[in-house]
């Protein structure tokens, strides 16, 4: 059985990424799509993410970036960020219980919302996002 604790350290944070993304690789809805746009380069994206969850929920400012611009192309609609939450919130609860894992998903939820509401703006006009 596996020790349930909070987030508190990076070691955690890859816990979440690894086996987050692994879901997503293996999901019939979101594999083909993140497969497709990350190809071979899935260590150099997990190391993004790790970073970016370090800074998030840790306070430890290793992500530097704009998160929106990579995504903000992808062949995506509302059952994708569904299917998205759906095994993040599933990975958290898996590994996790306390603040910060209730923060990971409190966040993980904002960020879809936001990223499903551009994208959806971005297919449904000429703008493009800015860099």
Request: no cysteine.
């Amino acid at each position: 059985m596996k020790d349930i604790k909070d987030i508190s350290n990076i070691e955690d944070i890859r816990i979440l990424v690894d086996t987050f993304y692994e879901k997503i690789r293996q999901d019939d809805l979101l594999g083909e799509v993140f497969n497709k746009v990350i190809q071979d380069r899935w260590g150099e994206h997990l190391e993004k993410m790790y970073r970016f969850w370090q800074t998030v929920l840790l306070k430890e400012h290793t992500y530097y970036g704009s998160p929106f611009p990579p995504h903000a192309q992808l062949p995506v609609e509302a059952a994708h960020f569904d299917r998205w939450k759906q095994l993040f919130f599933e990975t958290v609860d898996e590994y996790f219980l306390g603040g910060k894992a209730t923060e990971a998903k409190w966040r993980a939820e904002k960020m879809a919302e936001m990223f499903q509401m551009k994208i959806n703006y971005y297919q449904n006009t000429q703008a493009k996002p800015l860099a």
